[in-house]
């Protein structure tokens, strides 16, 4: 399955909204949207991940990548995510640098 990509920023927030399966085969794509956020200078990156079946090490990659462009001084959410992609991201550590929620209000 593909993955689909939607970029939103709005009162200084950039929401990030993945669907499908994020793997080496598209990480890129997920990249180029991550630097276009990054961009726009916001205080907030906010990922959906609610209908993201599979993320590869290669979407843990640009996971990193997305906090290291972002900045310390912008918080990124990962929002949504299944119970296997969370526990994928609490076994890297990964979880200390991201905010992990339910909802985003």
């Given at each position: 399955?593909?993955?689909d990509?939607?970029?939103?920023?709005?009162?200084?927030?950039?929401?990030?909204?993945?669907?499908?399966?994020?793997?080496?085969?598209?990480?890129?794509?997920?990249?180029?949207?991550?630097?276009?956020?990054?961009?726009?200078?916001?205080?907030?990156?906010?990922?959906?991940?609610?209908?993201?079946?599979?993320?590869?090490?290669?979407g843990?990659?640009?996971?990193?990548?997305?906090?290291?462009?972002?900045?310390?001084?912008?918080?990124?959410?990962?929002?949504?995510?299944?119970?296997?992609?969370?526990?994928?991201?609490?076994?890297?550590?990964?979880?200390?640098?991201?905010?992990?929620?339910?909802?985003?209000?």
């Open positions: 399955m593909a993955l990509l939607t970029l939103t920023v709005e009162n200084e927030i950039a929401k990030i909204t993945l669907a499908g399966e994020l793997d080496g085969s598209n990480a890129a794509d997920f990249k180029t949207k991550i630097e276009e956020a990054a961009a726009a200078e916001p205080q907030k990156l906010v990922l959906y991940m609610n209908d993201l079946e599979f993320m590869a090490s290669a843990l990659r640009v996971l990193v990548f997305s906090k290291q462009k972002m900045g310390a001084g912008v918080d990124v959410y990962v929002v949504g995510a299944d119970e296997m992609i969370i526990e994928t991201i609490e076994k890297t550590g990964l979880h200390h640098s991201l905010i992990i929620q339910e909802t985003f209000a």
